[in-house]
């Protein structure tokens, strides 16, 4: 079989308990080396090897982690600052934002570019088909295995844990979803993650057309579960702080981005201004 570009196993099933992450996060700040071996967490935090390792996966798909050193991230450190526990809904958006839009966490990535807003009732099984092309990469049993784990995983992450206050995803009954209204998304968490999806979806591009923003795989509109309409009501909001300016005039319809604005700068006016 072919080398599978994805990471099928991110949660390994485990729940997404924001509290750890915050215990791991917190931690590497205070290591000055450049990588942060696993048994220094375990003697630290008192958790099993497996446990550690998933923990540090799932920190790493959010942008808190460094992968495999384990050491903090510019957005881990932002984070732990400003907002330690995980407590801030801008936090909890941008964070979603930043593991649903990789396309290499397969699972999670198509639930919420694909299943999700193509589906009115959400379950494992109708989400099942979504991850037949995967067989080239893996045997059947273990795709219907670790695809099966890796989504009730994501379920319980928006229903039960820390991303339930997104309102995202709502369970209307046993193993069924529904999507949910949504917490409003703060403008400069939605401009966060446009220059996100910048970076890795179109480098150095200067400008973005709306309706990309809007509606393209990865996008934060899609990925928010947002209008089209949404996301322009948020655009001129940021306008407004002179983040953005947005061009829709004649044949024009995009966003032109500051040339000294990136990701992290975002996400630190965010913390300051809220």
């Given at each position: 079989?072919?080398?599978?570009?994805?990471?099928l196993?991110?949660t390994?099933?485990?729940?997404?308990e924001f509290?750890q992450?915050?215990?791991?996060?917190?931690?590497?700040?205070?290591q000055?080396q450049?990588?942060?071996p696993?048994?220094?967490?375990?003697?630290?935090i008192?958790?099993?090897?497996r446990?550690?390792?998933n923990i540090g996966?799932m920190?790493a798909a959010?942008?808190?982690?460094?992968p495999?050193?384990l050491t903090?991230t510019?957005?881990?450190?932002?984070?732990?600052?400003?907002?330690?526990?995980?407590?801030?809904?801008?936090?909890?958006?941008?964070l979603h934002?930043?593991?649903?839009?990789?396309?290499?966490?397969v699972?999670?990535?198509?639930?919420?570019?694909?299943?999700?807003?193509?589906?009115?009732?959400?379950?494992?099984?109708?989400?099942?088909p979504?991850?037949?092309?995967l067989r080239?990469?893996?045997?059947?049993?273990s795709?219907?295995?670790h695809?099966?784990?890796?989504?009730?995983?994501?379920?319980?992450?928006?229903?039960?844990?820390?991303?339930a206050h997104?309102d995202?995803?709502?369970?209307?009954?046993?193993?069924?979803y529904?999507?949910g209204?949504?917490a409003?998304?703060p403008?400069?968490?939605?401009?966060?993650?446009?220059?996100?999806?910048?970076?890795?979806?179109?480098?150095n591009?200067?400008?973005?057309?709306?309706?990309?923003?809007?509606g393209?795989?990865n996008?934060?509109?899609?990925?928010?579960?947002?209008?089209q309409?949404?996301?322009?009501?948020?655009?001129?909001?940021?306008?407004?702080r002179?983040?953005?300016?947005?061009?829709s005039?004649?044949?024009?319809?995009?966003v032109?981005?500051?040339d000294?604005?990136?990701f992290?700068?975002?996400?630190?006016?965010?913390?300051?201004?809220?």
């Amino acid at each position: 079989m072919d080398k599978p570009p994805y990471k099928l196993q991110l949660t390994n099933g485990f729940f997404l308990e924001f509290a750890q992450i915050a215990r791991m996060v917190s931690f590497a700040i205070q290591q000055p080396q450049k990588r942060v071996p696993t048994e220094a967490y375990t003697a630290r935090i008192g958790l099993s090897v497996r446990r550690v390792e998933n923990i540090g996966s799932m920190a790493a798909a959010m942008g808190l982690l460094r992968p495999v050193v384990l050491t903090a991230t510019e957005l881990g450190h932002l984070v732990q600052r400003h907002d330690p526990f995980f407590d801030d809904l801008g936090t909890l958006w941008l964070l979603h934002h930043s593991i649903s839009s990789n396309d290499r966490y397969v699972i999670w990535n198509r639930l919420v570019n694909q299943v999700i807003p193509e589906n009115q009732r959400l379950s494992t099984a109708i989400a099942r088909p979504y991850f037949d092309d995967l067989r080239q990469f893996y045997s059947e049993r273990s795709l219907d295995h670790h695809v099966r784990t890796e989504m009730g995983a994501v379920w319980n992450a928006y229903t039960e844990q820390a991303f339930a206050h997104l309102d995202y995803l709502r369970a209307e009954s046993e193993q069924i979803y529904v999507r949910g209204y949504g917490a409003a998304v703060p403008p400069l968490i939605f401009l966060a993650a446009a220059l996100l999806y910048r970076e890795r979806y179109a480098p150095n591009a200067a400008t973005i057309d709306i309706p990309t923003l809007a509606g393209a795989p990865n996008s934060p509109g899609r990925v928010f579960g947002l209008t089209q309409r949404q996301v322009r009501d948020i655009l001129d909001k940021v306008q407004g702080r002179g983040s953005v300016y947005v061009e829709s005039r004649a044949d024009l319809d995009q966003v032109r981005f500051r040339d000294d604005l990136g990701f992290i700068d975002a996400v630190g006016r965010y913390y300051e201004e809220r």
